[in-house]
């Protein structure tokens, strides 16, 4: 069983996020994210970007988690894409967006990426992800103190300080540093 598929499974939400197909728009994650901010239980998906810096993301906000071979990943544009269930996936390498280098386990060495899928209006983002560390429901209060596209704040989680992802500014900063790389100089 696949470290993502298997950790899932241990965490009684495999059935649930293969299933759901998540279509809320920007305001509803921000406010599904907003009662973390008021102290309420969330169910989050923690992550590793780069060798030691946690990250959460809302688990609400998550339609499937995927391991995906390297030999799977295509160009498009000079973008790394997938074929998923009959679209073209644009992928994200979260550690690239927040210019972290990828932790030493990451990409060569194992074979896969660990993709979080993020699916808004019917179309669908893979966020490429160091390492999944687990799945928990926590309650936490973000700190918003932040100057980081893509990140609402910071919180402790499991008694670390893990960066709380913001999906839609992640993924709109993605396509805006896209941009400008490709703008000419």
Known sequence: MSTVVGLAHCASVLGEVRHRTVAETKEDALAATSAAVRGGRKTVLLFRNGEREQMAIDLALVARLEEIPLDMVELASGREVIQYRGQIVPLIRVADVFGTARAQTADSKV??????????????????????LDIVEVAFTIQPQTQRNGVLGSAVIQQRTTAVLDIPALVAASQSREIGMAAPA
């Open 111 to 132: 074979g896969s990426l660990q993709v979080v899928v993020y699916t808004d209006h019917g179309r669908s983002v893979g966020l490429v992800i160091d390492q999944i």
